[in-house]
């Protein structure tokens, strides 16, 4: 037992999540950025089999947890990096991780929801927990040829709640693009809304 | 007071735990936001994820416990302490109310009886809940 | 790579064609090639008249050059890419895309799509460095000689993405300010980003990462 190693206080010095509807590649934009295997806590999902989100095993799941990966620096410093579960039964991971969070990615999907009723369902579930401030909302799947037109639609919701419209088309598969949205995400300048 | 110092406050009521606990194979200390203060049993490099996913634990079992048709006086007072097991390994883990200082969550594991887990852990959470 | 993206910033609608009898406009991608080597593929590409083509390569030897053929050094510029565009189509009314260097600082009124230039980066660096130029931009007014030092691995991407932003109307020239630093600032040394008064924690995090993974 005196053997046990002992290590006191964190080297965690900030903390970024990724949040979104179930499937929209949380987990995978962690895996595109994370120095250490992501820990996830993916279990199967009976509500998978509607939204056409088959993984290549074949298994269909969803989050249940949080999905943990790390930037580790040379000064030992760590940043951790977390996709928090989408669904709304899962509201109380929300109020327990996002107010610690240097920088919050919202991602949501570009080619469903044409009346951005899900983004909107976000957008107000950070507000409420004065998330806004540094955000940025990653759209993925825009259709070829509607760049444009999709991402203006989101910037037009997202200016209700960040003047500044922090949004971006990302691939979560791509490092670089995953590292812009945080980087907006941190970088962001933000004037409140007058109420 | 920072993390570091925290660690370094509460640490000999851990070293006390782990060293009543036989067969104990890990205990950590942290925030309910999933950041550590003092780890036992565990290296670097596991620290950050288990301080997170303790944290993540307790927050869902809470939810959990808050959404049962409990009676008026059955569950009162929420989540008292979650406990799982693995191959004969006992894991529990409680939230910590203090009197003087922020909430914190403790978690251990240990191959003894369950009741002997939980017999230890719940007089640390005393001790640490007066600190 | 870059080419294509290049493409894809300018205003004419263009197709990509494998097959070199479909396409009006040919490109050879002969930055890996030694000169001896472009030389014998030019000879084995030759075509006369009907044809105009550009090659892209790091070296042009002299007996290279060739009739019809026009020589873009790589990495490329987009001034230069434009450039020998709107000369292939010197009738058409398309408004010259280059961009030019503007004198004033900028400011950007709200987020560009950042990630839509990012085939034009040299690596994850760039990306960073492309998206926290833009937040500066978003702060205050930057000066463009400024910009560009603080995007090394992304000066494509950047003109690009100016391009565009003036295009949109969402880039404002600010007036003229007195500038500190422009006749002192070393080629090598890029300004530190100017922090947010709320954000310190934040752009301590990007200049992390900068180094991280560059």
Redesign the interface.
Known sequence: MNKLSVVLGHQVEQQVAFVGPFGVGKTTALRAISDVPVVNTDVDSAEAVGHLTLQPSGKTTTTVGLDYGEWRFPDGKVVALIGVPGQDRFDAMWDALLPRSSAIVLWIYGDRDPTRLECRKWLQALAQRKAVARLAVAVTRVPDGQEQQVLDSVRELVTRFHPLAPVLSADPREPADVLQAVTMALVTPYTALQA | MDSLAMGHYFLPVLQDMVTSLPKVRCAVLCTPDGFNIASIGLDEKQVGKMAALSSSLMAVGASAIDGLPLGSTEGSGGLNVMTMEAGGVHVATVRIQRQQGADLVLMVAAASPLGVVLHVLQSTRARIAGM | MAFKSLLGMNERRWEWREEPDAAALWVIDASCLEPAGLSQLLQEHKKQGAYQGVVLASHFPAQAVQGGWTFLKVPLQMDKVFGWIDHCFPDRPVPIGAWTAPEQPVRLK??P????Y?GL?DG?S???E???A???M??KPCSYPDLRLACPHALLALDALLADAQQQGILTMEPKIASRVSGQVRPNEAPK?TQ?P??G???G??T??LS??T
């Open positions: 709200v987020w799509n950042v990630s839509r990012n980066l994850k760039g990306a960073i492309l998206a926290a833009c937040g500066q978003l702060a980003p947010p709320s954000s924690l934040g752009w995090l990007v992390r990462l991280k993974f």
